[in-house]
């Protein structure tokens, strides 16, 4: 089945610490890709996306994600976490046939400690 | 400018009763999407509209959800009657035509007792 793949339910981290967040998708052609993150009482947020070109993408708030096609693969990446960056983080991916509709992980839920 | 607004923020309903959630898409976005997350599972999208015409509603899970968007501004998704398993996170996001870029509201809360 077609599927997004988010293995990690749940991460926890230090303050400072990196991070890497896995996303695996199963279609076959390259789709467009997207992270969200959903902080407590907000809705989602747009992080980043991926639509063609360059396979390292800059987002807001200090994170990127890396394309890698031979992988199925969308993960996402900060150096350096902060306290803030505690939320739940979603990756998406559009088919580009499907006209928007937007498929999801599971969410990994990102807790930082102090 | 404003975002997606999303209207009640909670529901708490008896099954069997009909509730109607309200989205107000960014001004000038066409596109409008209705998504649903049950608890502990992925969010799932359930219909699209382009401007006051259902584009896809492969996602609606049964006829007892209706969803409109009259004059292609805002967009009701009524259930009834309410089950136990409707349950959950009803997220509504607009985009421009064209654009794959989706914007968010902070989604509906609903709880069927």
């Known amino acids: 089945a077609q599927s997004v793949t988010q293995p990690d339910i749940h991460i926890t981290v230090s303050e400072g610490a990196s991070l890497e967040l896995r996303c695996n998708y199963s279609?076959?052609?390259?789709?467009?890709l997207f992270w969200y993150v959903q902080s407590p009482g907000q809705g989602l947020q747009l992080l980043l996306k991926y639509f063609s070109g360059d396979t390292l993408v800059q987002g807001i708030k200090g994170f990127e994600a890396e394309f890698k096609r031979s992988q199925s693969s969308f993960n996402l990446r900060k150096p350096s976490v902060h306290w803030s960056d505690a939320a739940e983080y979603f990756c998406a991916v559009d088919r580009g046939s499907t006209l928007g509709r937007l498929y999801f992980g599971r969410g990994t839920q990102l807790t930082v400690w102090p | 400018e404003a975002g997606v607004t999303q209207f009640p923020s909670h529901s708490v309903i008896e099954k069997g009763q009909t509730v109607t959630l309200r989205c107000d898409p960014i001004s000038g976005h066409d596109n409008l999407y209705w998504y649903r997350r049950v608890m502990g599972k992925e969010i799932k999208f359930l219909l699209h509209?382009?401007?006051?015409?259902?584009?896809?509603e492969s996602g609606m899970p049964n006829n007892r959800f209706l969803a409109e968007r009259t004059g292609g501004t805002y967009s009701t998704l009524k259930v009834q009657p309410a089950e136990l398993e409707d349950s959950g996170v009803y997220f509504c996001a607009s985009s421009q035509l064209q654009l794959y870029e989706q914007y968010f509201g902070p989604g509906t809360r609903l709880t069927v007792t």
């Open positions: 279609y076959g052609a390259t789709p467009y």
């Open positions: 509209f382009v401007k006051e015409s259902k584009q896809d």
